[in-house]
């Protein structure tokens, strides 16, 4: 399969009877990119996967590769590589015969089989267990194997759904770093479906956000992490504390917003006007235990390690996630105040 400068995606919709499971996807993928599909369960990732891969037809849009229209294509001849998130491989083939299946369907030459395939199994480092069979293997070299068998083809895209889901966390965290220097080493271009912002983040060149079948933002890890574009990509991206407040003083951006009788600065993402409700959002890492600040009191406090999480309750009733290394205590008077910057204020 030669590859592609650029896949675009135009209004790619799918309609299950009369629910949208994916309005309107407008997003163009440039050859090599890591693209992360990011969004809670049920917004649409795997439907948008599955109408790039052609095992669903839309109901409307257009797929463009170049200057060829492909979404009329079936899977097999747009020639994108598949992992899933079950690995789908085959039982009762070997890791070695597994991978050169696709090969063998191709009725490429002996050699040339053997050949890519025991690059395959040397990329991925399974060459110790080629000759066991899946059963045989631990969820990891599973999956490794299930790698290996989409990118044996040289396909031109790589689409993977939550292929990290099975495995433990330490499982996962390795892999992250296995697939995105397969990635990388292969010279792919992917496109990743996951729940997990944190693995969305590190992995990918780009994200897509989505929510209720429609896209929320696309950008870089840092762009969406310090900049979401409304407060449901701010709460999908860790800002847990969101907090229902009232805006009273404009200056360009910057909002004033009253928390706990103090008043405290913020950014104003879209249009906010003194007076009106808005949504602070705000990461508990960035809200910090001090001397002088708003006045609360601890409630809840978790043990995390170097870290406690704490649940602070202020005067107005309202509640603040904060992470301290302090040992603190439920009970305990604080003072708080937030980092300068990192509060930001949507329109409710
Ligand atoms: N074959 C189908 N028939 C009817 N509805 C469907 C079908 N497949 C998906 N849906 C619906 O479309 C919406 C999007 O589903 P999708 O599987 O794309 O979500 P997802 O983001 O992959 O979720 P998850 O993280 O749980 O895998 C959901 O509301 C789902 O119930
Ligand atoms: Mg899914």
């Not at 309005?23 to 890591?34: A, K, N, V």
């Not at 917004?43 to 037809?57: D, E, I, M, V």
């Not at 490794?144 to 495995?167: F, G, H, K, Q, W």
């Not at 896209?215 to 979401?228: A, L, S």
Request: aromatic fraction near 4%; charged fraction near 25%.
């Amino acid at each position: 399969m030669t590859g592609f400068d650029q896949l675009r995606l135009e209004g790619v919709s799918r309609r299950f009877g009369t629910a949208d499971a994916l309005s309107g996807l407008d997003l163009t993928i440039e050859r090599g990119e890591f693209i992360a599909l990011l969004g809670p369960s049920g917004c649409g990732k795997s439907t948008a996967l599955n109408c790039l891969a052609g095992l669903l037809p839309l109901t409307a849009g257009a797929i463009w590769q170049d200057d060829q229209r492909i979404d009329t294509l079936p899977p097999e001849k747009r020639g994108f590589g598949m992992v899933f998130q079950n690995y789908a491989l085959f039982p009762h083939l070997t890791v070695r015969d597994n991978i050169a299946f696709g090969l063998r369907m191709r009725h490429l030459p002996k050699d040339d089989v053997r050949r890519r395939t025991t690059e395959a199994i040397e990329t991925v480092q399974l060459t110790e267990h080629a000759s066991k069979l899946p059963g045989q293997l631990s969820g990891g070299q599973q999956q490794r194997v299930a790698i290996a068998r989409a990118t044996v083809l040289e396909p031109s895209l790589v689409l993977m759904d939550e292929p990290l889901s099975n495995l433990d966390a330490k499982l996962r965290l390795e892999m992250r770093t296995e697939i995105r220097r397969l990635h990388q080493s292969l010279g792919l271009t992917t496109v990743y479906v996951t729940h997990d912002q944190e693995e969305a983040l590190s992995m990918a060149d780009r994200l897509v956000v989505m929510r209720q079948g429609k896209v929320q933002q696309i950008g870089t890890p840092e762009e969406v992490h310090t900049k979401p574009s409304t407060w449901h990509v701010a709460d999908f991206m860790g800002y847990r504390n969101l907090l229902p407040l009232k805006a009273s003083q404009m200056n360009g951006d910057q909002v004033t917003v009253d928390l706990g009788g103090t008043a405290i600065r913020g950014s104003a993402q879209g249009a906010v006007a003194p007076g009106d409700d808005v949504i602070a959002a705000v990461r508990p890492e960035d809200v910090k235990l001090a001397d002088q600040g708003v006045k609360g009191l601890i409630e809840v406090v978790e043990y995390q390690g170097r870290e406690r999480a704490v649940e602070v309750v202020l005067d107005d009733d309202v509640r603040l996630h904060v992470r301290t290394e302090r040992r603190v205590e439920a009970g305990e008077q604080v003072a708080l105040t937030v980092t300068p910057g990192r509060l930001l204020v949507y329109p409710s």
